[in-house]
Nanobody, 116 residues
Framework: QVQLDESGGGLVQTGGSLRLSCAASEFTLSRYVMSWYRQAPGKERELVATISSSGTSTNVADSVKDRFTISRDNPKNMVYLQMNSLKPEDTAVYYC?????????WGQGTQVTVSS
């Protein structure tokens, strides 16, 4: 069954760091553009970061620029989101998304909570 599984979320204090991972099952990530989204309670899901299929091009939202880094390891079929200098406003469920043409897959999400 095609699946994306996020992990690495948790509770962290302001200023702390977390590294989220996204693992793919039953398909190869290397041809997919990968993205991380987040959704805070009562808010719409927002795009956090995107990485090209080769990993040579990345984009991050202004709200996380200079703090978050997206990366991928195609041989391991993994995508990562390194989050540093976390703030309470980063609290959300973080989702991994794979997109290739009309094929789009989402993970189930991992909770990140930043305490003040």
């Amino acid at each position: 069954q095609v699946q994306l599984d996020e992990s690495g979320g948790g509770l962290v204090q302001t200023g702390g760091s977390l590294r989220l991972s996204c693992a793919a099952s039953e398909f190869t990530l290397s041809r997919y553009v990968m993205s991380w989204y987040r959704q805070a309670p009562g808010k719409e899901r927002e795009l956090v970061a995107t990485i090209s299929s080769s990993g040579t091009s990345t984009n991050v939202a202004d709200s996380v620029k200079d703090r978050f880094t997206i990366s991928r390891d195609n041989p391991k079929n993994m995508v990562y989101l390194q989050m540093n200098s976390l703030k309470p406003e980063d609290t959300a469920v973080y989702y991994c998304k794979a997109a290739w043409g009309f094929q789009v897959y989402w993970g189930q999400g991992t909770q990140v909570t930043v305490s003040s």
